[in-house]
């Protein structure tokens, strides 16, 4: 999912793009756990997301805060991908869309899934798990069509099979 983020985003606007694989706004971006200033604790996986997007440190202090985060700081302290002027918002978006619709998509699938449960498991059984996937792949159809389109010098034409 790639979040489009053009203005505030805010308690559980905010927590919403942080669940997003990616978050790409405009300039006049900004976003804010705003929670605790009524009292509350991130109710949508805030407390969850930005911790693992930015660190604990930094977290605790938006978290503990309720500060306001410009687009482009979110962006230097990687609580989001991108920033880019809000007149080109809509391509940078429908760009990346493209970009991400174009690779295979079983093996972006199995990054997401590796990458989401690489928090709860050793590195070992990581490693397992990375070796079952790759056995997995490695019988598609868009692994022999990247095979090939490496071996024929062109792009790959993957088909999600």
């Avoid at 971006?29 to 440190?57: C, D, K, N, Q």
Wanted: charge should be negative; proline fraction near 4%.
């Amino acid at each position: 999912m790639i979040a489009r983020v053009n203005g505030p985003a805010v308690g559980g606007g905010c927590d919403l793009a942080l669940a997003c694989d990616i978050v790409i706004a405009s300039e006049e971006g900004s976003f804010g756990e705003f929670w605790i200033r009524r009292g509350l604790t991130p109710a949508m996986g805030g407390a969850y997301f930005l911790p693992r997007l930015v660190g604990t440190h930094l977290a605790k202090q938006i978290l503990f805060t309720g500060e306001l985060v410009t687009a482009t700081r979110a962006a230097e302290i990687w609580m989001i991908n991108a920033v880019v002027p809000a007149v080109d918002l809509d391509d940078a978006v429908a760009a990346m869309a493209a970009r991400l619709a174009a690779m295979p998509t079983l093996a972006v699938r199995q990054v997401k899934k590796l990458i989401e449960a690489s928090f709860d498991v050793t590195l070992a059984d990581h490693l397992e798990t990375t070796t079952h996937t790759a056995h997995f792949l490695s019988k598609t159809e868009d692994y022999a069509e990247g095979v090939a389109a490496f071996q024929e010098r062109r792009d790959p034409s993957f088909k999600g099979r």
